[in-house]
């Protein structure tokens, strides 16, 4: 075995096994791989395992630029695709003018059935990338998204429009469902704060940043060039990262070494061993079994995690909340203020300014208020200490729909609704960047997965939100309709943060899922017993 130093295991060696975050979270996959496969013989199999514990190779360890580098890139796949889900928001009269549309719940789904893309694309692609890598399955969902994107251009009627929206949201949910997993692959937890923040940011700017650009599209321009301009841009990520972003996924990286091992061995025509990755000891191996509790997975999260499911309805709230802001704000502005469609769009600026300056804020705070808990309780993290910054969130939201609705009510300077509009921005990425954090931080290994059943109930209600807007709108008033939505802020929202704080480990210790990420959050790992051969 000497020409795999350090790189694989053999099952009868004598060494002990190292105790790291690569075995805590092989403990974690084998649990929800609950089917064993017949037992094979032992001393026919070598355990492929990362390069002693500071291996270039694993994600973990990668420079502090190549970190980066993968995060801007998500970030950017993370951006295109909300631009797309909200540009054509500014551009619906133009469409509906032109396709004869005159039911408002018809003109509001022409934006909000891509986000509907958003709820189901994600309890798939999120396991997929779980099974075939991170980047492999971004990349071919980003060309579908691509493609419907162009194919949107092209409709000829209402029907086709809707359906193509509906299928590049598909396409377009893969970063929402992947990136978060890619940076928990990369990043330990003293340093994850800072990266989800900056790519938290991406789903929630870009659809401000669309209607700010479709507005005067709409104004100076036909509405088709929406998605054009959408699918320019999108090419030139699309070719950044098939160039500069590589794989992250662990287990994927390891059976691919374990392949490349066996290929080698194979043409050698020697040793008959079986080279198999460290993560697949105990593990369902067949292609069926492998698939079948992959797909399974958010669905099995959502079912039996009581913190996903609380986070699932919380998220779903505040993300209908946005997309009902986002389909409302350029009627605000053009019944209530009378500007034309490119000013405007211009007003979308004001969340964007919140969600700026609150994600910067958040970046710099999270990380060390994570790490100072950290040192106060110990030297042990828990996925709790990241909601303190949640608590403003919760504050910030119901203030500014406030002050939002009844500024708009009483027709007052229109700079007062965009300082409300900017409270709701910031408390939207307070509380988003708080709850993605936790869930990767609470799931690690599988936050995909747990990302895509919190995200189910988020993007339905981002699809569900807008399309009873504006009746309700028109009946009760833009300052009574905000105050309805302030008083469900306050209700479901302003307890939250407590309740998780004083529960949230206990909830996790109470289910399987919980009990691993307990244990993974504490570097408290068990040793599986696999002896490690550092040398043959």
């Known amino acids: ?54 291996d270039p190779e694993n994600p973990r360890h990668w420079t502090y630029r190549k970190k980066w ?38 003109i509001a789904m022409t934006t909000s059935v ?15 990338s779980e099974i075939f890598g991170r980047t492999r399955v971004l990349q071919l969902a980003n060309l579908f998204y691509l493609a419907w994107n162009i194919g949107c251009s092209f409709s000829q009627n209402k029907n086709q429009l809707i359906f193509f929206r509906l299928l590049s949201g598909l396409g377009g949910s893969a970063p929402l469902a992947v990136g978060g997993g890619v940076l928990g692959d990369m990043f330990v937890p003293e340093e994850r704060g800072r990266a989800i923040a900056v790519f938290s940011l991406a789903p ?9 650009c479709g507005g005067w599209i709409a104004e100076r321009s036909t509405w088709r060039w929406v998605f054009w301009s959408t699918s320019i841009v999108d090419v030139f990520i699309q070719a950044s990262g098939l160039i500069w972003l590589k794989e992250t996924f662990a287990p994927y990286l ?73 389909t409302t704000l350029a009627e605000i502005f053009r019944i209530v203020y009378l500007q034309p469609p490119g000013i405007a769009g211009l ?30 309780h110990g030297g042990k993290g828990q996925p709790e200490f990241r909601l303190p910054s949640m608590v403003i969130g919760t504050i910030l939201l119901p203030i500014g729909l406030l002050i939002t609705g009844w500024c708009s009510e009483k027709h007052a300077h229109w700079i007062g609704t965009d300082i409300g509009i900017a409270c709701v921005g910031a408390g939207l990425v307070l509380n988003f960047q708080s709850i993605q954090t ?65 529960y949230g480990k206990r909830i996790r210790e109470s289910s399987k899922y919980g009990r691993k990420a307990a244990g993974i959050a504490n570097g408290a790992g068990r040793n599986l017993g696999s002896p490690v051969a550092g040398k043959g």
């Open 1 to 54: 075995m000497s020409n795999h130093s350090g790189t694989v295991s053999s099952a009868h060696s004598t060494s002990s096994i190292r105790n790291s975050s690569t075995h805590d979270s092989l403990e974690e996959l084998a649990e929800v791989f609950q089917t064993e496969e017949p037992e094979e013989n032992e001393e026919n199999i070598v355990w492929v395992d990362w390069e002693g514990p500071k």
């Open 69 to 106: 580098s993968a995060t801007i890139i998500v970030s950017l796949f993370t951006f295109i695709s909300p631009v797309s889900s909200s540009m054509i928001a500014p551009a619906s009269p133009n469409v509906a003018a032109q396709f004869g549309i005159t039911s408002s719940m018809l």
């Open 114 to 128: 891509f986000i509907l893309g958003y709820a189901v694309g994600p309890l798939f692609l999120a396991p997929l």
């Open 204 to 212: 929630l700017l870009g659809p401000v940043v669309g209607p700010v």
């Open 254 to 326: 390891l059976n691919r070494k374990a392949t490349h091992l066996q290929k080698a061995q194979d043409a050698e025509k020697g040793e008959t061993r079986r080279y198999i990755s460290i993560y697949d000891r105990g593990n369902a191996r067949s292609w069926k079994k492998i698939f079948a509790h992959a797909l399974s997975r958010p669905f099995l999260l959502f079912r039996y995690e009581f913190i996903v499911q609380l986070l699932g309805v919380y998220m779903a709230f505040i993300y209908g909340i946005f997309y009902l802001f986002l």
């Open 347 to 376: 007003n979308y600026i004001a969340l964007g300014v919140g969600m700026f300056l609150a994600a910067q804020t958040n970046a710099r705070a999270m990380d060390k208020i994570y790490v100072h808990l950290k040192h106060k």
């Open 438 to 502: 936790y869930v990767v931080d609470a799931f690690t290994l599988y936050a995909a997965s747990a990302l895509a059943a919190v995200s189910c109930l988020r993007s339905l209600a981002g699809f569900g939100f807008p399309l009873f807007a504006p009746a309700m709108y028109h009946k009760l008033g833009y300052g009574v309709s905000d105050t309805i939505l302030a008083a469900v802020a306050i209700v479901i929202g302003c307890p939250a943060p407590w309740l998780f704080w004083k």
